[in-house]
Structure formats: C-alpha cells, structure tokens
C-alpha cells in the first residue's frame, strides 16, 4: 500500500498540470477574443503576433487529448519528474508553434478570398473543406491517429534516446504525430475563421474524442465525410465559411 499514493500522484499531477494550462488558455482566448466576429485571414495580426495567438490556441485545443499521454510517459521518469515533464510539454508545443509559420502564411493567402467575388471565395472554402475531408480518410491519417491512441510503443521508442535529449526528443516526436492527425482539423479554422471560439471548441471536442473516445476512428471518419459534404453545401450556403466569405464580418 506504500506505493499506492505515489502512483496516483504519478499518473495525475502531468493530467491535471496540462489541463489547467489549457483551461488557462481558454479562458484568455474566451476573455480577450469573445466578443469578435469570426475575421478572415490573420485577423490583421503580424507574423509575431499571429504566431503567439496561434500557439496559445493549439495549447488550449491539444493539451487536454494530449494529457493521457503525457501522464503514461510521466511514469518513465524516476527523478526530477516536474522539470523533465515541463520540457516534454514545452517540445510538444514548439512543434505546434513551428506550425505557425504555414499557417500564417495560408491564412494571409486565404484572408485575401474574402476580398474576392463571393463565387470565388466560396470556392476557395469547398477547396479547403474537400482538402480537409479526404485527408481524414487517407492512411496516414489513421497511422498517425494510432500512434496518439495507443502511445506504449512510442514509449517503448523514447526510453531509447539518450538520457540527456530524451524528453526534448520525446515531446517533439509525440508533436509530429499530433500535427500529421490533426493538421486536417486546424486547416478547418481558415474557413471558420481562426479566432472563431465556437469553431475552436468544436475541433478541440472532435480532436479529444478522435484521440480517446473508443470509437476514436469511426469519429474522423465521419467528420471527414462531413468536411466532403460541407465542401458542396457551401455553394448553396457560403456563410458555413465565413472566414473565406466574409460571412463573419457583419457583426464588426
């Protein structure tokens, strides 16, 4: 029995760390962005700006699918378990924040459809939803999903690396996997509009259950066949993009 609240303390502290970070992400997007319309493109933010918007949005999206994980690896560590978690979340994040860079520069692209003849731009939605679906259907999507939903072989991969780099290499290999299942997902937000909180709330749900819910995989399937169907009902009703139509702008 002597080991039993250690364990708990083990398999809890990263879980509740990571999700109160997220909750402390979320309540400052939800403070500072609220009130807004959903924008089209940047939202009129610079690269440095965007990128620092952007990496707290993916902390408050992913960190909460993204806790089991790092609990299990969490048990690996013998010693200096805090200090050593810290560099394996802040490695995961750095990957999200890498993705950024892409994503600026395809929200600045994209931010230009609104400004376009509406067929255009509705064109430019379909495209991204088309993209994003057929995504959700491919292999790749299902090896990376695999990985997030039964980590023990990634752990059993890290515990090779060298002591001194491991927990750095650790939480940017895990990003990497995170970042080839999710991407379809967050390239949905250049339609919904980036800062668009309701979009957020229901990608970070369909992200969670992608990752966690027993029918993990049914779940990005089904939201891949709807991402196909909502590239051909956009025709009929842009304003399911306003972040490419500009259907989001009435409220400004």
């Not at 408050?60 to 378990?81: D, G, K, N, S």
């Not at 924040?97 to 994209?110: K, M, Q």
């Not at 990608?203 to 029918?215: F, G, N, Q, R, S």
Request: hydrophobic share 60%; glycine share 10%; aromatic share 8%.
């Amino acid at each position: 029995m002597t080991g039993g609240p250690a364990t708990v303390r083990i398999r809890v502290a990263p879980t509740g760390l990571l999700l109160v970070v997220a909750a402390a992400a979320w309540v400052w997007m939800v403070t500072r962005w609220g009130g807004m319309s959903a924008m089209p493109g940047t939202m009129g933010l610079g690269l440095a700006a965007f990128l620092a918007v952007w990496t707290l949005m993916m902390t408050a999206m992913m960190l909460p699918a993204t806790a089991p994980v790092a609990a299990l690896y969490a048990r690996t560590i013998t010693v200096h378990r805090a200090s050593r978690m810290v560099v394996f979340t802040v490695a995961y994040l750095l990957v999200w924040a890498a993705a950024g860079l892409p994503a600026y520069a395809l929200a600045v692209g994209l931010g230009q459809a609104a400004h376009l003849p509406p067929t255009a731009g509705t064109a430019v939605a379909a495209a991204v939803f088309a993209v994003s679906g057929v995504y959700q259907l491919t292999p790749l999507k299902d090896r990376c999903l695999a990985r997030c939903r039964s980590p023990i072989g990634l752990m059993l991969r890290y515990a090779s690396y060298p002591r001194a780099s491991r927990d750095l290499r650790a939480g940017a290999h895990h990003g990497a996997f995170c970042l080839g299942c999710c991407w379809s997902l967050m390239v949905l937000l250049a339609a919904f509009g980036v800062m668009n909180l309701w979009a957020m709330v229901a990608l970070a749900a369909v992200i969670t259950a992608e990752k966690l819910a027993p029918a993990g995989r049914l779940v990005a399937r089904a939201v891949g066949i709807a991402s196909i169907v909502l590239a051909v009902v956009v025709f009929w009703v842009p304003a399911l993009a306003p972040g490419l139509t500009g259907g989001g702008m009435a409220g400004m």
